[in-house]
């Protein structure tokens, strides 16, 4: 998957200024609306390329501008989901409660979802480009279902209509596709049973390089709390890594720096590029280029070069604007030294 040694991408999102929609949220609000909103997230498109661009970052995405949730910014455009119909659900195991659109018929995708805002970001850069779509675990897992009665039956639904959401986007000029799966983490018996073959559902025949996500959350006082929990070594990755390694993803990304990741877990993935996440999300502390090359040196104990890529270990949605580029900037300094120093 890596076409240069430590290359560099986010896990997907960028903060949106404060003239787009409400700063440091999940679900913010849109500052304004009809055809001078789709203007402003095209200008706050331009503004995340940029600003991967300027930290040396090598596959960029459109900082999910266009999209006030990264689930309910795909699964809410389809239809069989009343965005209108809201329900308090608990969500990530209950982890913490969200406002989830429903489900309430058949779902099924009439038209391409972010067709306008890739085609705009593939006409605005010229590296690659990577888009990111959530999974079906974790869209059933933020919507509450009123109609399949069964989060397999769900999952599929939702796997079908990515899977020619993701076609339209290659044809549009898409190099990349990253598929987020923050539940796999969470749904241990599910992910065996049927996620990683919802997960291949998405993917087949992408004609593209194609990636899962699987993190421990953004940076939001829920997921904080929880990693607290889990104690002095986070195992869930010894258990989902080895099922991922026989999945058709090119690559997996996953949550590493200032974690309590095993490292021995980087040997679990088989012949898949690991997408090390070397930024931590969780801190507003900004690492270093140093930083950065340390922790791709632990990884380099277990994994060839060539299977080594570098991220962020989550979307930056939630941070100040100046914080996330900050981090940025360190992703690219770093994944730069790191080269020089092979």
């Not at 849109?30 to 331009?46: F, K, M, P, T, V």
């Not at 993917?203 to 194609?210: L, S, V, W």
């Not at 340390?294 to 939630?318: F, K, W």
Request: hydrophobic share 45%.
């Amino acid at each position: 998957m890596s076409r240069v040694r430590f290359e560099t991408t986010i896990a997907g999102s960028l903060p949106k200024p404060a003239w787009l929609a409400e700063p440091e949220k999940l679900w913010p609000q849109w500052r304004i609306a009809g055809d001078a909103l789709r203007e402003a997230q095209s200008d706050a498109i331009r503004v995340a390329l940029f600003e991967q661009e300027r930290a040396g970052i090598d596959v960029v995405t459109d900082g999910e501008q266009s999209r006030r949730h990264f689930v309910h910014g795909f699964a809410g455009a389809l239809e069989g989901v009343d965005v209108a119909k809201i329900g308090r659900r608990g969500i990530r195991g209950d982890r913490y409660e969200a406002d989830c659109p429903t489900i309430v018929g058949p779902v099924h995708r009439r038209r391409a979802v972010h067709a306008d805002e890739i085609r705009f970001a593939r006409a605005a850069t010229g590296r690659h480009l990577k888009v990111t779509l959530p999974g079906p675990m974790t869209i059933v897992d933020t919507l509450v279902d009123e109609y399949y009665g069964s989060r397999e039956k769900a999952a599929f639904a939702f796997a079908h209509a990515l899977r020619y959401e993701i076609e339209e986007l290659v044809a549009l000029g898409v190099d990349a596709v990253q598929i987020d799966e923050p539940a796999f983490n969470v749904y241990f018996d599910d992910v065996e049973a049927w996620g990683i073959a919802a997960l291949d559902a998405c993917i087949e025949g992408a004609g593209c390089e194609t990636a899962v996500h699987v993190c421990y959350g953004y940076g939001v006082p829920a997921n904080v709390a929880w990693k607290r929990s889990l104690g002095e070594q986070w195992d869930q990755y010894a258990f989902l890594f080895p099922l991922l390694a026989q999945s058709a993803v090119d690559g997996v990304s996953f949550e590493f720096a200032g974690s309590r990741v095993p490292e021995r877990v980087l040997g679990l993935l088989g012949e898949k590029t690991a997408i090390l996440g070397v930024i931590d999300v969780a801190t507003s502390d900004v690492e270093t280029a140093q930083d950065v090359c340390a922790t791709i040196a632990v990884a380099r104990r277990h994994l060839p070069d060539d299977r080594i890529a570098c991220s962020t270990n989550c979307g930056l949605a939630p941070m100040p604007r100046e914080i996330a580029y900050a981090k940025l900037r360190a992703l690219g300094a770093g994944a730069a030294a790191a080269r020089a120093d092979v």
